[in-house]
């Protein structure tokens, strides 16, 4: 069986909620928003590094296609943070997720909404799409340049919006 593509989730990166957060005192919260296709979103994010707990709190509403019901959602996701060689620190979201029972607990730097909760890659089965090409075939780095300019034109239609 085929693996879903982590390229068609909606996906949170820890590099991305961390880049000002040391001017804002350890502590921020913003909005999250998707929008594509005619489909949007957005949620609220409360990121905490000060002090003893470090975490992520998502909060978002979801309307379920099927009956209408609309679910609210309200948790927090932990930090881990690492010593970094030359100096610094890093800090990794920890997958909260229960995968066959077990607790995931992987540190990751992306988190993706394959579900009803972020989680990481591997809990939710995603494979990334360079991940499915088809390496030994002749035609191989034609088809990566044709899927670089196609890349290029949805970008460019979508600058144009």
Request: charged residues 30%; proline residues 1%; contains cysteine.
């Amino acid at each position: 069986m085929s693996k879903n593509e982590a390229d068609d989730c909606k996906k949170i990166e820890i590099w991305w909620l961390l880049r000002d957060i040391k001017e804002r005192g350890g502590y921020k919260s913003t909005t999250v928003s998707w929008g594509e296709n005619g489909s949007a979103g957005s949620i609220g994010v409360k990121v905490s590094i000060w002090g003893e707990e470090k975490y992520v709190q998502f909060s978002y509403v979801q309307t379920d296609n099927q009956t209408g019901e609309k679910k609210d959602f309200d948790y927090k996701v932990p930090l881990v943070e690492t010593v970094c060689h030359f100096g610094g620190t890093r800090y990794w979201f920890q997958c909260s997720l229960f995968k066959n029972g077990k607790h995931c607990g992987r540190r990751v730097g992306v988190l993706y909404k394959g579900g009803d909760w972020f989680g990481c890659r591997h809990c939710y089965e995603l494979a990334y799409s360079s991940q499915k090409l088809n390496r030994r075939d002749g035609m191989y780095s034609l088809f990566r340049v044709l899927d670089t300019y196609k890349k290029i034109d949805k970008l460019s239609e979508k600058a144009k919006r």
